[in-house]
Nanobody, 124 residues
Framework: QVQPVESGGGLVQAGGSLRLSCVVS????????MGWFRQAPEKEREFVGG????????IYHESVKGRFTISRARASNTMYLQMDNLSPEDTAVYYC?????????????????RGQGTQVTVSS
């Protein structure tokens, strides 16, 4: 069973940075894409970004382009989300997920496993 575990969330002031990590354990395959999603209170889940199996193919939600960067270390089954220039609108629980295939997708239905999430709070 594949189990992603997120860490690195916290409280930060607007304009600050955070780096989230996601370690995947279990019967994993480094040939799968991975992605980040977030959900704010009373809002629908939102795609943040994804990265292909090789790490060379990344996609982002328009609202985070230029501020967030996804990377991965395949040898350690770890994915990262570097978040810079954070704003209060970025406040949410952030989840990582493992995709069914090798290419990242913006659709949550294309992911098989999701972690418990880590809270990111940005104060104004």
């Amino acid at each position: 069973q594949v189990q992603p575990v997120e860490s690195g969330g916290g409280l930060v002031q607007a304009g600050g940075s955070l780096r989230l990590s996601c370690v995947v354990s279990g019967r994993t395959s480094t040939n799968n894409a991975m992605g980040w999603f977030r959900q704010a209170p009373e809002k629908e889940r939102e795609f943040v970004g994804g990265i292909g199996w090789s790490g060379g193919n990344t996609i982002y939600h328009e609202s985070v382009k230029g501020r967030f960067t996804i990377s991965r270390a395949r040898a350690s089954n770890t994915m990262y989300l570097q978040m810079d220039n954070l704003s209060p609108e970025d406040t949410a629980v952030y989840y990582c997920a493992v995709a069914r295939g090798a290419m990242p997708s913006r659709q949550f239905r294309d992911y098989t496993s999701r972690g418990q999430g880590t809270q990111v709070t940005v104060s104004s």
